[in-house]
């Protein structure tokens, strides 16, 4: 069983930046690579970036490609999204998710755990 708690969220102007962690409880942590969703009102569940489960590797979106940079301490259980150059489109809530997988992915059927989001809101 994993347990994930997201945090950092809030509302900045176009051009900010915002640092989201997701801290994990479960020894399995460290087994699985993690990724962060977001999911604006009316849409689906959008992938942004994953990391594998030693962190030497990343994935992201093309849409933040450049903007973002996923990160992960597994001595601490967290996984860290640190988002850049913020667009009014980056507007989601955002999920911190454990893959089934230890390579990073990105469908959201190859994720079996998410915590409960944390709200990013860019004013233009």
């Known amino acids: 069983q994993v347990q994930l708690v997201e945090s950092g969220g809030g509302l900045v102007q176009a051009g900010g930046s915002l640092r989201l962690s997701c801290a994990a409880s479960?020894?399995?942590?460290?087994?699985?690579?993690m990724g962060w969703f977001r999911q604006a009102p009316g849409k689906g569940r959008e992938f942004v970036a994953a990391i594998r489960w030693t962190g030497g590797s990343t994935y992201y979106a093309d849409s933040v490609k450049g903007r973002f940079t996923i990160s992960r301490d597994n001595a601490k259980n967290t996984v860290t999204l640190q988002t850049n150059s913020l667009k009014p489109e980056d507007t989601a809530v955002y999920y911190c998710?454990?893959?089934?997988?230890?390579?990073?992915?990105?469908?959201?059927?190859?994720?079996?755990?998410w915590g409960q989001g944390t709200q990013v809101t860019v004013s233009s």
């Open positions: 998710e454990k893959s089934i997988f230890i390579r990073a992915t990105r469908e959201v059927y190859e994720y079996d755990y």
């Open positions: 479960g020894r399995t942590f460290s087994s699985y690579a």
